[in-house]
């Protein structure tokens, strides 16, 4: 476990003396500083007025906790590259858990240096320390950092001060005036007088660092249970190398989802590159998927819309693709289904299809209509997201509700939502409209059918809907055929009813 | 000798242009049939006058473009465009995908499931997708031509500037390739350049008189006129939709077919003054 610490959140250079305050006891008191203002003398806890006597020069930069703290989750994910399990520790450190990755670096110093060099790169001072537990992590990556055996923590722990144990200032006071000053000299000494006298906290945290109570870091992201990543030495920059990349990663994903008899109903795709920038790809299906050409089809499309904004000059070098939401699928031949061979190969298409058109724009633009249980017209239908059960069992639509012989349709092929209101004249006030203007335009009604009556839904407290409707089929001197409606009775429910536009007949 | 190979010649013309095989002076030769009607299947609208200039009705995996004939007809075109669309999905199975504008539901409407199923458009069978402008709309349309379970596809473009002639060219070549048709409604001029196979101007079509009686409107009833036709001569006529039987039905002794001056090229002067009677 390693722990990190920033100390200047806004380097703007190196040699000015800069820090940020804050207003804590009805005073401004420094919060952070940079290591130039910390070699002229400075504390964080100072008075801005006492820094201020010493250095007229300071730079003084407001705090801004929230800006820190999303700062700490971009690195948090940066650092994405080195383990998946990352876990804030607000704030200003960083939890890696990375049992099992360090090999991948070349072991767990040159991991580090690989780390510090990069947050360094990026005008980041931090110091990072390697231990078995986050506790004893966070004591030392405070105090010089390095690393601890697996049998080493007592020894390393020993010499450092009591408020390397993640404890609050009135516990350190407290401990100081009993003497109490190295976390060595807590070893030894009586547990339940301490715990009487200080609370629980205390052995609680010393413990942890310890290894003597187990501790788990809640990683900012769930770690999925399928996923594949690649490294390179040498960065990949070119569109082709990212595919074949995408190639070898999908065909170990679907390997692993068919060994568990799932398939993926979600892919994230992260690319860390070299310079520090992190681009993040999130692709939905329609259903679960276990293709690997599919996967890596749906993936290259998205990337080619991001082109542009990948980073081209200097290339990526860690590359993974996970399958964070995934579903049961039961094993198939892949081939036999995909062929002519009769049976599925329509859906098989068809899913195909939705699936790259929901890479592009997103599973919820593409949709299909759902009858709903509403005389309100616009109540009567739903847009739901196009799932291919459906469309292969048809639908709870009607299957021949086509018009009566000569009649015109009685709802229009197209609804316009929300309503429009338009200026309408009828000769006399409940009867239909003569002639009516809508978007500067107007229209001389020259036949109308109607009124249906539409009564509002009272059972249901639905905005909008509370008046009466009156609709009309109305013919243009042209032959064009609108939906209008008056809205409120005339005199039960109004005095002037207003007249709306809500649909385009053929 | 030269004779078989001017046939020859003529077969193959017929071939890359995909359409019948015309041969002057007269009857068709059996053997011309058989090749003109490979490898090309056509859906007839069900009225003969029409079907005749269409070499036996609209070509199945092809482009054909549907415009309002005059500004503010968007209503007639769509109307037309989604009669069209119910008479191949009733010939062909599988979903139609509309592909569609964002600001074309906004402006011109959405599509409205319990009148689509009016006109004889099952909505169950539709597949919607909304894209936030032209070049997206035009590639979900011609992606959806790569996918042979589809019935059709119907491209409406609120913006129809995006499509230039190279644009309606790919959808035509990916639609041969696939054999799924695709309608267009572009909401542009008539006059713009197109690779459509045919294209259609409509407008509404409204009886003299007045009336407010229950049922006054009757079936819906579009002037059509056929603008340009790869195939063949031009025309223009009065139709009406009858749903239940998913079929067109000519309304007016007005229609007829226009004399096209040249035989591929459709002569805008005359189709424009016929649309302005």
Known sequence: MRDRRRTAPNEASRTALLVTVAKTEKALRLVALNKAAACAGLTSGMALADARAMLPVLDVVEDGPEADAALLRDVAQWCGRYTPLVALDRPRGLFLDICGCAHLFGGEAALVDDLLMRLAGAGFAAAAAVAPTPGAAFALARHGGGFIAEDGIVDALAPLPLSALRLDQENVAALDRLGLKRIGQLIDAPRAPLAARLGETLLKRFDQALGRMAEPISPLTPVPRFSAERRFIEPLALADGIAACLKSLTTHLAAALERRGGGARRLDLVLFGVAGSRVSITVSTSRPLRDAGRMAELLNERLAALAPRADKDTGFDVIRLSAPVTAPLDPVQIGITDGSLGGDGGSEDLARLIDRLGARFGLRRIVRLSPLDSHIPEFAVAAVPAVLEALRNGSAWPEDASAEDDDAPARPMRLIEPPEPVDAIAEVPDGPPVRFSWRRMSYRVARAEGPERLAPEWWHARGGAHLTRDYYRVEDEDGRRFWLYRAGLYIQETASPRWFIHGIFA | ?277
């Open chain 2, 1 to 277: 000798m030269a004779r078989v190979l001017v046939e020859e010649l003529r077969r193959k013309i017929a071939a890359i242009e995909a359409r019948p095989l015309v041969v002057p002076g007269g009857a068709v030769p059996g053997e011309a049939m058989r090749h003109a009607g490979e490898g090309r299947s056509v859906v007839p609208l069900g009225v003969p006058e029409i079907d005749h200039l269409l070499g036996g009705g609209l070509a199945r995996g092809d482009l054909h473009e549907v415009t309002g004939a005059t500004p503010r007809q968007d209503g007639a075109a769509t109307g037309f465009a989604l009669a069209l669309a119910a008479r191949l999905m009733a010939m062909r199975p599988g979903p139609l995908l509309w592909a569609q504008q964002a600001m074309s539901a906004q402006e011109a409407g959405a599509p409205y499931g319990p009148g689509l199923s009016l006109l004889g458009l099952n909505p169950g069978r539709l597949l919607i997708v909304h894209s936030g402008n032209a070049r997206d709309t035009l590639w979900a349309a011609e992606e959806g031509l790569s996918c042979r379970a589809l019935a059709l596809v119907l491209a409406e473009l609120w913006d129809g500037r995006a499509l230039s002639l190279i644009a309606s060219r790919r959808l035509r070549l990916a639609a041969q390739a696939s054999g799924v048709p695709v309608l267009l409604l572009s909401g542009r001029n008539a006059d713009a350049p197109s690779a459509a196979s045919t294209r259609w101007g409509v407008a509404a079509r409204s009886d003299a008189g007045l009336s407010f009686s229950a049922h006054a409107l009757g079936r819906p009833r579009w002037k059509i006129a056929l603008d340009k036709n790869r195939g063949g001569r031009l025309g223009a006529w009065t139709v009406e939709w009858k749903s239940d039987a998913y079929r067109f039905h000519l309304s007016s002794a007005h229609s007829g077919a226009l004399a096209a001056l040249s035989f591929d090229r459709p002569d805008h002067a005359r189709s424009a003054a016929h649309g302005a009677e």
